[in-house]
């Protein structure tokens, strides 16, 4: 036997000197003697993307993460030469590039190293597959502390963890398990108040290093493929995200009545348990807005079709719960089953639309239907057939939003659970494996399935949802965390893995509430439900084989509770859709964790229970059994709470009392909040009134308030209204002055404005700087409310 012991042991190989760089318009293009190349591209004074190649070659420039339609561009690049490096220097970054080994260090104005390399770019030859495992390695302070990576379900502070990224269906899983539904190689670190991120845009197998290995190095790797990141820098934490967002992009406005509360299970049928369950909704007035149809509902799993024996007329019963305020939302798995009298299998089999093995016959593997081919979603012709399969379920029956699941791919009863390696992708026309599609696959689905939902409801706006999915996912669809357990520390999880997602750019998200797996207990249901109504997402599922998970299944006290918190989310609704708004234009997370809330604050760098719900509520679910209150941290700044009006001050722990029908809630002072009367469902009242808490505070504050039809598109033509409202506090006077945009008419015209924590009795109102008599206002001193008209541009009420 001849071994090669030379090439046994190469192991990690490094640049060497450079020997020259060209300058070419963004771009600054390093080579070293041994034929290293670094591309450093400035997109932004904020944003640069770092690319090598160990050939000096590069391989087609590709990515699904990045928004082609974003503009970019740069107010300075400057580039100097020292005797030890070359310097980049734009107006936020100075990028320092070594002349000894080209490692890269990145610092803000004032000098102070926001990022540099340890050992940097290294690479190990892959002798197996071809090509690199590509490396890097950066140097981390003593006090850094990172953030994000997507659906993780571990400690929200990523620091001393190790985490590989390889969508995995994973029924059950736990704290720290290592591999779930999605891949979102994007993190946040922050030091000395400083923020940046880092955006490694490669849909290999990744692996992320926080300081787990060696204390003050953290680093990222990937199994094949591209050492190709983006460095972005803050210093704010939102300044990151934003252009994170901006980078990757944003999805649009669903309707509103996605944010809703939605009731699954797998799985509702016939027809009659379906009709079962939506008229205990209206029966008990307990408000929800759509209903899932589970993989039960097609016939034999095959997708597109119907068992017609449990739904013999599906697009009857679908109108029918359209009629009583629900909307339907069917599943739709990637697998098709092999089977020549399916028109589905036939025509993508002469179509040659299913995924190949590398030597030729087909990826065949076991999933719900039994043996299946699968679409190679990453084919764009493949993509396009698919999105123009939903025509009759959208078009003509009426479903109004789809469920995509177990595209990581999974697999059932084969080691790894997905495809084998060896299987073959378009990739967009780069043809590659599967281990570079893998992270993809998912993603590529969703985003056939939401042009397909486009196109079919149009001029209705799509709503999709998807199991797994890759950075960029969130422009098609939103997304829940997979088959979570009825468990306290899967509320704990919960918490976590949503506001971790919102900090990953996936703001669409939740949980399943009250777990997928097992069952929980009245208490537990509870208290997961109070947090699951400030989730984006807010669905109740469970597996169904062990128990029911309605919110009437728990006896009247659950019932009750839950009941006001989904009233609760209802009333909310517009305040909740103000922050969607913020979301799909500037990228703003919809939760914010407490670190991204005020990242001065070192207290909040290892917070996790507690985050803020939009921009002005602040929320920390009770996470234990049998308690009657909890300790919490209150950010800094002065907040009311919710329930009882009581002014506290933060930047301190405390506790707070939350007996079972309670959820610690602070608004924050000066805060006025937009809010709905309970409905059942989205818009089925016609809105008379809408009501404004507003919270006083001595000082100012913002608060901004959006509104639109709730569905359609009218709003890019303008027709949508966004409300800014400047209230300034003091000692005897409140000043609120309202700013309106776009053309929007809401069909109510006035507000109920009701007064919380204000200090002195009012005596005068002044509109629009005339006094007008209290009575004419509907001047309640008992409420402290008045009534006054939308179009107000001043406000003074005085003491
Ligand atoms: O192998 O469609 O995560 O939400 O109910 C299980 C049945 C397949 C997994 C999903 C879950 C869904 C279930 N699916």
């Known amino acids: 036997m001849i071994t090669n012991t030379e090439l046994e042991h190469k192991g990690n190989l490094y640049p060497t000197a450079l020997i020259t760089y060209e300058h070419d318009q963004d771009t600054i293009s390093f080579i070293t003697k041994n034929g290293v190349r670094l591309h450093i591209q400035v997109l932004r004074d904020n944003m640069l993307r770092l690319r090598y190649s160990t050939t000096g070659i590069f391989e087609h420039d590709f990515s699904y993460a990045v928004d082609e339609s974003q503009p970019h561009g740069f107010n300075q690049l400057q580039i100097t030469e020292t005797e030890t490096h070359i310097v980049i220097t734009t107006e936020k970054v100075i990028c320092k590039v070594a002349r000894d080994d080209i490692r890269v260090g990145m610092y803000n104005h004032s000098g102070k190293p926001i990022l540099e390399d340890e050992l940097g770019f290294h690479w190990e030859e892959s002798f197996e597959f071809g090509g690199n495992f590509v490396k890097m390695s950066k140097s981390s302070k003593d006090q850094e502390n990172f953030f994000g990576l997507g659906d993780k379900p571990t400690n929200f502070n ?66 094949g493929g591209e050492m190709n990141y983006y460095f972005i820098y803050g210093p704010q934490m939102s300044d990151v995200l934003t252009t994170y967002t901006d980078l990757t992009g944003k999805p649009e406005l669903p309707p509103m009545w996605a944010l809703g509360f939605h009731q699954c299970k797998w799985s509702y049928y016939p027809e009659s348990k379906v009709k079962e369950i939506t008229s205990k909704f209206r029966e008990l007035n307990f408000p929800c807005d759509a209903i899932y149809l589970d993989i ?43 089977d020549l009298s399916y028109d589905i299998f036939k025509e993508a089999l002469d179509k040659n639309y299913f995924c190949r093995r590398a030597d030729g016959p087909y990826m065949r593997g076991k999933v719900w ?10 084919n764009p012709e493949v993509r396009e057939w698919w999105s123009g399969l939903y025509r009759e379920l959208i078009g003509d029956i009426g479903v109004k939003g789809v469920w995509n699941d177990m595209n990581e791919p999974a697999v059932m009863e084969v080691p790894g659970k997905t ?13 590659c494996s599967h281990r570079k599609a893998h992270n993809i696959y998912g993603m590529q689905m969703a985003r056939a399935t939401y042009d397909g939902v486009k196109k079919f409801n149009f001029p209705k706006r799509p709503f999709i949802i998807t199991r797994a999915n890759y950075s960029g996912g969130q422009r098609y669809t939103s997304t829940w965390t997979g088959d979570n357990v009825a468990t306290w520390e899967h509320l704990w999880l919960a918490n976590v893995q949503i506001q971790r997602l919102c900090m990953s750019g996936m703001s669409f998200s939740g949980s399943d509430i009250g777990g997928f797996a097992e069952q929980p207990s009245g208490e537990l249901y509870t208290r997961w439900l109070q947090l699951g109504i400030f989730h984006p997402f807010c669905r109740v599922h469970s597996s169904g084989d062990h128990g029911e998970q309605e919110p009437w299944f728990f006896g009247e006290e659950v019932l009750d509770i839950s009941r006001k918190f989904v009233e609760l989310r209802y009333q909310l609704l517009p305040y909740l859709y103000t922050a969607f708004h913020n979301y799909v234009q500037e990228g703003m997370p919809i939760l914010k964790p407490l670190v991204y809330f005020d990242q001065e604050d070192v207290q909040t760098h290892y917070r ?18 049998n308690v009657q209150g909890r300790r919490m941290y209150i950010p800094r700044g002065k907040w009311y709470n919710f329930w009882t009006d009581k002014l506290v001050v933060g930047g301190k722990e405390m506790w707070v009392d939350a007996p079972l029908d309670i959820i610690p809630i602070y608004i924050k002072e000066g805060a006025v909040i937009p809010k709905y009367p309970v409905q059942q469902y989205v818009d089925q009242i016609k809105m008379e009134q809408m009501t404004l808490d507003l919270y006083y505070k001595l000082g100012k504050e913002n608060s901004e308030f959006y509104e639109d039809a709730h569905d359609g598109y009218e709003y890019r033509q303008n027709v949508y209204s966004l409300r800014t409202f400047k209230l300034t506090g003091k000692e005897d006077e409140i000043i609120l002055q309202q700013h309106k945009s776009g ?13 919380h924590g204000v200090p002195f009795e009012i005596k005068k109102v002044f509109y ?3 006094e007008v008599p209290l009575d004419q206002i509907h001047f309640n001193a008992e409420e402290n409310s008045m009534i006054i008209d ?4 001043e406000l003074h009420l005085v003491g």
Request: proline share 6%; charged share 25%; hydrophobic share 30%.
């Open 790 to 793: 939308k179009e107000f541009s």
């Open 158 to 223: 990523l620091k001393g963890k190790r985490l590989s990224l390889w969508n995995t269906d994973q029924y059950a899983y736990g704290k720290d398990t290592t591999e779930l539904y999605k891949a979102v190689p994007f993190y946040m670190g922050l030091h000395g108040n400083m923020s940046y991120g880092i955006f490694f845009d490669n849909t290999f197998k990744t692996h992320f290093d926080f300081c787990s290995e060696r204390r003050n190095v953290t680093s990222f790797w990937a199994d």
């Open 419 to 431: 495809f084998p390696l060896d299987v073959r992708h378009d990739y967009d026309g780069h043809r």
């Open 608 to 625: 996790s229970d507690e985050f803020i719900f939009g921009n002005q509520i602040l929320v920390c679910p009770v996470q234990e059994p």
């Open 743 to 755: 053309k929007y008419s809401a069909p109510y015209t006035s507000f109920k404005l009701n007064l």
């Open 369 to 378: 239907p039994g043996e299946c081919y699968f679409p190679d979603f990453t």
């Open 296 to 338: 039960d509902y097609m016939d034999g799993f095959r997708c597109f079709t119907w068992n017609k024996e449990y739904f013999p007329d599906p697009k009857r019963m679908v109108s029918e719960l359209e009629a009583d305020g629900f909307k339907t939302v069917a599943i739709i798995d990637p697998g098709i089953k092999i």
């Open 768 to 770: 629009e700087n005339e």
